[in-house]
C-alpha cells in the first residue's frame, strides 16, 4: 500500500505584502505517514503545522517540492472525496442545527440523498450528538461544537482525517471525547494526521510524531524511537523493611514508605535479581517497566537545539529572527 501522506522537499514561503519580509513557514519538509496509523504533527505556535495541512488540502499552494495523498501526487480530484478535514478555527454558522449542517456539507460532497440520510445518522451517533440534531449550534458548548466538526470531517467515510489542533479549547473532558473518538477511528483503519502543540495528547494517543521547529523537521520516528531510556523501575507492594535495606545496600536507589518499594535501576541487568529478592520476601510485584524521557523533555530539547543555532549559526540563520 502507498503511504497515507508522503512530502518531498514541501516548501513554503509566505509573501505577504511588498515591503514585507518573505516569511518561510515551511523548508523541505519530507513526511511519511502509513496507512492506518495516528500520526502526530507535533510544533511550537508558529511552527507550520496549519501550513502544511493547507498544503496538503491545496488551500494553499506551495512554493516548492510536492506531496502525494494517499498515493495520488497533489491536487488530485478523486482522492480527495476521500480525506476529510477539520479544521483549526471551525466556523460554522451557529443559527444552524447539526442536521442542517450536515445537508450542506452532504450537498458539497454531491451525495445521493438515501446515501445521505443513512451517512447523516451513522455520523450524528459517532459522535455522540444525535439527541442535539435539531437544535442550533449557538447553544453547544465548545466541546459540542468540535464533535459536529469531526462529524462533518467524517460525513463522507474518508480514508484519511486531517486534524488541525482538535483538542485545543476544550476542557479535560471534551479532551478525552476526542481521544476516544481517535482512538474508534484507528479501530476502523482509518489514518488520522494530527497538529497540536498538546504534547499529553500525542503522547497518549499516537503511534507515531515528527516535531516541526520553525517550519524544518526536527524529529520523526515512533515514540520508542525518539523517547530515550534512562533507566528501570520496579515497584512491590507489602515490602518489608529488611528487603529495602537488602537492595540499598546493594547501592540500588531504593524508595520505600508505607510497605510500597520503588526500586530505580540503570542497568536492565538488575531487574531479575530485584524481582527474585521481592518474590523471597513475599511482597507482591506491582510493576516492572522502563523509564522513559517524557515527550514534554524531547520538545524541550528541540527547541533548545533550535535556540543554540539561531545564536551560533551564520548570519542567514539570524535573519530569521526569533
Ligand atoms: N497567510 C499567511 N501569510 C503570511 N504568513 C503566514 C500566513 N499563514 C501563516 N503564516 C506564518 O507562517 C508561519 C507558520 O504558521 P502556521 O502554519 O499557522 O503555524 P502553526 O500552525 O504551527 O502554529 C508563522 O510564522 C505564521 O505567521
Ligand atoms: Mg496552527
Redesign the pocket.
Known amino acids: 500500500m502507498p503511504p497515507a501522506i508522503e512530502t518531498r522537499n514541501l516548501t513554503k514561503v509566505?509573501r505577504?505584502g511588498r515591503f514585507s519580509r518573505p516569511?518561510k513557514?515551511l523548508d523541505s519538509l519530507n513526511l511519511r505517514v502509513e496507512p492506518g496509523e495516528i500520526f502526530g504533527f507535533l510544533?511550537a505556535?508558529?511552527?507550520?503545522?496549519?501550513?502544511t495541512i493547507k498544503l496538503l488540502l491545496r488551500l494553499s499552494f506551495p512554493t516548492s517540492g510536492e506531496a502525494y495523498l494517499l498515493g495520488h501526487k497533489i491536487p488530485h480530484t478523486a482522492s480527495r472525496a476521500r480525506i476529510g478535514y477539520l479544521p483549526e478555527n471551525p466556523y460554522f454558522y451557529d443559527y444552524a442545527t447539526p442536521e442542517e449542517l450536515l445537508n450542506l456539507y452532504a450537498d458539497i460532497f454531491g451525495m445521493p440523498k438515501d446515501l445521505r440520510e443513512r451517512r447523516i445518522g451513522e455520523t450524528l451517533e459517532r459522535v455522540r450528538m444525535t439527541q442535539w440534531r435539531k437544535t442550533p449550534l449557538r447553544n453547544f458548548s465548545k466541546g459540542m461544537v468540535q464533535r459536529v466538526g469531526v462529524a462533518q470531517a467524517l460525513l463522507n467515510d474518508p480514508d484519511l482525517l486531517l486534524l488541525d489542533e482538535p483538542t485545543s479549547g476544550l476542557d479535560p473532558v471534551g479532551r478525552a471525547e476526542m481521544r476516544d473518538l481517535i482512538q474508534d477511528l484507528r479501530e476502523q483503519g482509518k489514518t488520522v494526521f494530527l497538529?497540536s502543540h498538546l504534547l499529553s495528547e500525542i503522547e497518549n494517543i499516537c503511534d507515531r510524531v515528527a516535531i516541526l521547529r520553525r517550519g524544518e523537521l526536527a524529529r520523526q520516528g515512533t515514540l520508542n524511537e525518539l523517547l530515550s531510556v534512562f533507566g528501570y523501575e520496579v515497584v512491590a507492594d507489602h515490602a518489608p523493611e529488611p528487603l529495602a535495606e537488602k537492595l540499598r545496600d546493594r547501592g540500588l536507589e531504593t524508595l520505600h514508605a508505607n510497605g510500597r518499594m520503588t526500586v530505580l535501576l540503570k542497568d536492565p541487568g538488575d531487574i531479575r535479581p530485584v524481582v527474585e529478592q521481592v518474590f523471597a520476601h513475599n511482597a507482591t510485584l506491582l510493576k516492572v517497566a522502563p523509564q522513559r524521557e517524557r515527550l514534554e523533555d524531547l520538545f524541550l530539547t528541540v527547541e533548545g537545539e533550535g535556540e543554540t543555532r539561531l545564536e551560533s549559526g551564520p548570519g542567514s540563520a539570524n535573519e530569521e529572527g526569533p
Do not use: E, M
Open positions: 509566505y505577504s516569511v513557514a510544533g505556535n508558529g511552527a507550520g503545522k496549519t501550513t497538529n
